[in-house]
């Protein structure tokens, strides 16, 4: 049982935009920023998203995020068979003083 | 470029331990915080510990306090994971992360590419 709530599956076609939640609480999202993490098969999670909407360099602006509350938001629009993945919502937790991660959502482009 | 590599896992018995290294390269290393995140077979990601700059700071996730110790070598460019009393939950890919901390915020930037750590008899 995570922490933070995230839908196990979505799907959607190519071209098509989509967007995964993350739900949680005062102690997490509510009074911290939300990162977002992207893992293809097989490979290791890369930053997508942090500090709510902020995109590291080399990331393309069809990745959006957003919070409002205790939840958070990731937004992908013209969706590519590449952008198959497992997405993670993290942020910190102040009253477990840890880290804490959504426990992910498998994006299928068909 | 930023280059994180881990290793030491391996196959180990219940009860016994190991103990994780990460090279870092491509940055300052004593300038950031690292951290070790980890994912079960299947399953999502787990964040398991970090370390501050100077190694003054530690946090764990609470399933491994008392088992697991976190630490690092500046001059080495090093961050290790002592992982003692293991237990079959503890099985898992474990990757080395260089952890963005500030105000509210928290977030790893990089990662490498893990190493599994399998606990069976």
């Known amino acids: 049982q995570s922490v933070l709530t995230q839908p196990p599956s979505m799907s959607a076609a190519p071209g098509q935009k989509v967007t995964i939640s993350c739900s949680g609480s005062s102690s997490n999202i509510g009074n911290n920023y939300v990162s977002w993490y992207q893992q293809l098969p097989g490979t290791a999670p890369k930053l997508l998203i942090y500090?709510?909407?902020k995109r590291p360099s080399g990331i393309p602006d069809r990745f959006s995020g957003s919070k409002s509350g205790t939840s958070a938001t990731l937004g992908i629009t013209g969706l590519q068979t590449g952008d198959e993945a497992d997405y993670y919502c993290?942020?910190?937790?102040?009253?477990?003083?840890?880290?804490?991660f959504g426990g992910g959502t498998k994006l299928t482009v068909l | 470029e930023v280059h994180l590599v881990e290793s030491g896992g391996g196959l180990v018995q219940p009860g016994g331990s190991l103990r994780l290294s990460c090279a870092a390269s491509g940055f300052t290393f004593s300038s950031y915080w690292m951290s070790w995140v980890r994912q079960a077979p299947g399953k999502g990601l787990e964040w398991v510990a970090n370390?501050?700059?100077?190694?003054?700071?530690?946090y764990y996730v609470a399933s491994v306090k008392g088992r697991f110790t976190i630490s690092r070598d500046n001059a080495k460019n090093s961050l290790y994971l002592q992982m003692n009393s293991l237990r079959a939950e503890d099985t898992a890919v474990y990757y080395c992360?260089?952890?963005?901390?500030?105000?509210?915020?928290?977030?790893?930037?990089?990662w490498g590419p893990g190493t599994l750590v399998t606990v069976s008899s």
């Open positions: 993290g942020t910190w937790d102040s009253s477990l003083s840890a880290v804490v």
């Open positions: 370390i501050k700059q100077d190694g003054s700071g530690k």
């Open positions: 992360t260089r952890e963005q901390v500030g105000y509210s915020s928290d977030y790893s930037d990089y």
């Open positions: 500090d709510n909407n």
